[in-house]
């Protein structure tokens, strides 16, 4: 795993919850939310690419 992949993740969730925290005291919660949601998903898909790889490399070491 890189390190750089690490950053990422901090980086959107710092500016999922800046973002989050502005719509929620503008009144806008189910927008709010919805930034939540897609943050969550972003690095969920950030990570399954590399759990992928992980895998990957898994079969490849033991010939699978």
């Given at each position: 795993?890189?390190?750089?992949?690490?950053?990422?993740?901090?980086?959107?969730?710092?500016?999922?919850?800046?973002?989050?925290?502005?719509?929620?005291?503008?009144?806008?919660?189910?927008?709010?939310?919805?930034?939540?949601?897609?943050?969550?998903?972003?690095?969920?898909?950030m990570i399954i690419r590399?759990?992928?790889l992980l895998f990957d490399?898994?079969?490849?070491?033991?010939?699978?």
């Amino acid at each position: 795993m890189e390190v750089d992949l690490i950053f990422q993740i901090a980086a959107i969730g710092i500016i999922v919850a800046v973002l989050s925290q502005l719509l929620e005291h503008s009144g806008r919660k189910e927008q709010a939310m919805m930034i939540n949601i897609v943050g969550l998903i972003v690095v969920l898909l950030m990570i399954i690419r590399e759990i992928s790889l992980l895998f990957d490399t898994i079969k490849s070491v033991f010939g699978f």
